[in-house]
Each structure stands twice: as C-alpha cells, then as structure tokens.
T-cell receptor, first 113, second 115 residues
Framework: DQQVKQNSPSLSVQEGRISILNCDYT??????FLWYKKYPAEGPTFLIS?????DKNEDGRFTVFLNKSAKHLSLHIVPSQPGDSAVYFC????????????FGGGTRLMVKP | KAGVTQTPRYLIKTRGQQVTLSCSPI?????VSWYQQTPGQGLQFLFE???????NKGNFPGRFSGRQFSNSRSEMNVSTLELGDSALYLC??????????????FGAGTRLSVL
C-alpha cells in the first residue's frame, strides 16, 4: 500500500511559467512533509519542507502548500527555469520518530527554454 | 565540508552472493539512513541508525542488515542476493533525530546489479 503517491510521472512546462507538482498521502499520522529534487547520477537534494501545523511555506521561487483535510500537498515553482528540470520526490514522516521518510514515486519535470 | 560518501559507486554480484555497502556521513552527523530505489517500487526506507543504535527499520527481509560504527560510518549488508535486489542504494545523513530541525543529505548512491 503506497502511503505517498505522486500520480503524474512527468510534467512539461515552458520556461518562465509556473510548475505545479502534486502529492497525495493516506497516513493521517504524518506530520512533516518534504520535497526533494534529484538529478541523474546524484542523490536527492532537499528543496523545501512543511510542518502539518502550517498550510504554506515559501522559499524563493518554491512554495509548498499543504491541505490536511484532503491529504494533499503541492509544490509550486515560479518562474520555472530550465535548470529546474529534474525528478521531484515528495516525502512524509513523523517529526518525533527519527528520520524515516516515506517517498512518493517521483515526477519528472521538464522545463523547456 | 565533504558530503555523504558512498562506496563503491557500482557493484556487480551474482545470485547467492553477499554484499557490503559503505556510507560515510557528513562530519558531525550522527544519523544515517539507508534507502533502496528501484524503478517499480521507488525509494523505500531500509533502516536508520543513530549513535550506533538502530532507530527505525523498514519492511525488508532479514537478509538486509546494517550497522553503524562509533565514528558514525555505516555499512549495510545483503546476504544471499536475489535478482530483485538490483537497485540503487542511497544513504542519507543528518545531524539529529527530528525531521523539522535537521535536513537529511543524500549520497550519490551505490548501484548494485545482481546477475
């Protein structure tokens, strides 16, 4: 049973436009959510996170929104740049239970110049 | 500051053999977690060690084991390899035990191929 799902395996966006990546989870116990970016031949890199006590967190061009009632989070990238082309993973965990993360399957974002 | 180092980067083994993978965390980090990435299952948590103690364990058979040394370096071992163990094995290190306070940094991984 996949507790964290990213239903879109890929997304193509024009440079300068907004990229919206979505993630759904089923375990209501999760209280901390993260987004990681992965380039080929590299490990995932932390991008942005959000606690379940918030519904929005912003860091530069990246904003994560959390809708607890819908068990849904999204990552907005504005404006999108070609260097943002990568695989994006959402992950969820329990803040007080160590560093164990449950990952979604990933969304490949392609930003076209 | 050096990042998370995983060795070797690539490994080829045959069914039935055993393998040991190594992870050196960022200096000062006491938590090391291991993940398996496969095309079908995505990134799956294997186990986490903090100060030489296993803190969490994922849903993997007993053939998968790990340990952490006093210098925080960690090894994971897979015995009696199966074809399905072919995967990218990723290690992540963190300075503490709370997700909200500590970023996890990943290594580039070890690509294991089982023939």
């Amino acid at each position: 049973d996949q507790q964290v799902k990213q239903n879109s395996p890929s997304l193509s966006v024009q440079e300068g436009r907004i990229s919206i990546l979505n993630c759904d989870y089923t375990n209501s116990m999760f209280d901390y959510f993260l987004w990681y970016k992965k380039y080929p031949a590299e490990g995932p890199t932390f991008l942005i996170s959000i606690s379940s006590i918030k519904d929005k967190n912003e860091d530069g061009r990246f904003t994560v929104f959390l809708n607890k009632s819908a068990k849904h989070l999204s990552l907005h990238i504005v404006p999108s740049q070609p260097g943002d082309s990568a695989v994006y993973f959402c992950a969820a965990g329990l803040n007080n239970a160590g560093n164990m993360l449950t990952f979604g399957g990933g969304t490949r974002l392609m930003v076209k110049p | 500051k050096a990042g998370v180092t995983q060795t070797p980067r690539y490994l080829i083994k045959t069914r039935g053999q055993q393998v040991t993978l190594s992870c050196s965390p960022i200096s000062g980090h006491r938590s090391v977690s291991w993940y398996q990435q496969t095309p079908g299952q995505g990134l799956q948590f294997l186990f986490e060690y903090f100060s030489e103690t296993q803190r969490n364990k994922g849903n993997f058979p007993g053939r998968f084991s790990g340990r952490q040394f006093s210098n925080s370096r960690s090894e994971m071992n897979v015995s009696t390899l199966e074809l399905g163990d072919s995967a990218l094995y990723l290690c992540a290190s963190s300075s503490g035990q709370f997700l909200a306070k500590n970023i996890q940094y990943f290594g580039a991984g070890t690509r294991l191929s089982v023939l």
